[in-house]
């Protein structure tokens, strides 16, 4: 595939950590705050932050309609953390999951975990959890791709994929590339 252009949701959140990210795997980022930021994306990344800001912004800026029907048209979407939420059940429904947020507890009870992930080969990813959800309760086309104590941390339905943790802290590439990789067989948007 040509240099994919990859969407980064920028309403709050660690956005252009992501992008240093994409950049750096030779893909090209676009900041998203608008609907008309979706246009041509090639993948699109839901970071981490807060995510009740985060979903009145997307209320506020009208992108609800448009990032349903993005990801329902194959686009592949990497949510982190606060970007699990927003795709759960409650939220987008993009994925078919319910997310827990703070499920680990509060600031105080953040931690870091070497994660052995599904579909992501070498190294076991070095994982930075800060007041990270799990996911309860997943639907039957839900890939558990990570646990942490029996909780899953890692999924990925169809071309979604969510985890509780923010590989962009640590400079991990693997999830982008997954991502990415997915972009590559992913339909042709127009």
């Given amino acids: 595939m040509a240099t994919a252009t990859v969407g980064v949701l920028a309403l709050q959140g660690d956005f252009e950590a992501h992008a240093r990210i994409l950049t750096g795997l030779g893909a090209t980022a676009r900041e ?3 609907p008309a930021d979706l246009d041509g994306l090639d993948a699109l990344i839901l970071p981490g932050g807060e995510s009740t800001v985060m ?6 800026e009208g992108l609800a309609e448009p990032l349903r029907a993005l990801a329902a048209g194959g686009t592949p979407v990497l949510g982190t953390c606060a970007g699990m939420i927003i795709l759960d059940r409650d ?17 105080l009870r953040s931690f870091e975990a070497d994660l052995e992930i599904d579909g992501v080969s070498g190294e076991p990813i ?8 799990w996911v309860k309760e997943t639907g039957p086309a839900v890939r558990v791709l990570a646990q942490v104590d029996g909780h899953p941390v890692a999924v990925r339905e169809g071309n ?11 400079g991990e590439p693997r999830l982008h590339q997954l991502v990415l990789g997915l972009a590559s067989t992913a339909p042709a948007h127009e």
Avoid: K, W, Y
Wanted: charged share 20%.
């Fill in 32 to 34: 998203v705050r608008v």
């Fill in 91 to 107: 939220h987008l429904g993009v994925l078919d999951i319910v997310a827990q947020r703070n499920a680990f507890g509060r600031q």
């Fill in 160 to 170: 979604v994929v969510a985890i509780s943790f923010h590989p962009e802290l640590t």
């Fill in 126 to 133: 070095h994982a930075v959890f800060i007041r990270a959800p």
């Fill in 55 to 60: 979903t009145l912004g997307i209320e506020r």
